[in-house]
């Protein structure tokens, strides 16, 4: 076997390694590797997420956001485990007396998917704007509920 200066010797030269860059690799097991990779790699891929018709929007300060409503959907309440309907509610639904804006609800454009889920995004006559600091605020005037509307509204909260 050819040595480190050309000249022949039976024995294999030992190669020491230090004990810190001994540390080094023990530190850089298998587990440590994979989430240091996933570490570095991670900004890129969540740079490169997209879903579509879902884009970011940014606001200015005191620029209108709007707020949208969308169905009321029933769910199993913790005082009432069984499910009474799996209907869902517009939210204009007559009987809750919501407060509508002011030229009336519209509907609101929506993706394919939102449609096959059954979302049916409308207006609300909420106001907000960004950045700026509003309470109690009005809605609208007084609501006053008919008895067979508070019943209805009434089993509802309950169901729910």
């Known amino acids: 076997m050819l040595a480190a200066y050309g000249t022949l010797s039976r024995r294999p030269k030992k190669v020491s390694i230090s004990r810190a860059s ?7 097991c298998p ?6 990779s996933f570490a570095l790699l991670s900004p890129h891929l969540s740079s490169a997420f997209y879903l579509p018709g879902v884009a970011p929007t940014s606001y200015d ?9 969308n169905r009321l959907t029933p769910a199993i309440s913790e005082l009432d485990e069984q499910l009474h309907s799996v209907i869902p509610y517009d939210y204009y ?21 939102s449609i096959i889920f059954g979302d049916r995004i409308r ?3 909420f106001e907000l704007h ?5 309470t109690c605020k009005p809605l609208c005037s007084e609501v006053k509920f008919d008895i067979k509307s508070s019943k209805f509204v ?3 909260i309950w169901q729910h």
Do not use: I, W, Y
Not at 31 to 36: D, E, G, R, V
Not at 130 to 134: F, Q, R, T, V
């Open 130 to 134: 960004m950045a700026k600091n509003e």
């Open 93 to 113: 639904h007559p009987a809750f007396h919501f407060c509508q804006p002011k030229d009336g609800p519209k509907d609101v454009r929506e993706s394919l998917g």
């Open 22 to 28: 001994d540390n080094r690799l023990k530190m850089l």
């Open 61 to 69: 300060q005191g620029q209108p956001v709007p707020l949208q409503v």
């Open 154 to 156: 009434n089993r509802r």
């Open 31 to 36: 587990k440590k590797l994979q989430l240091l």
């Open 123 to 125: 207006t609300s006559p």
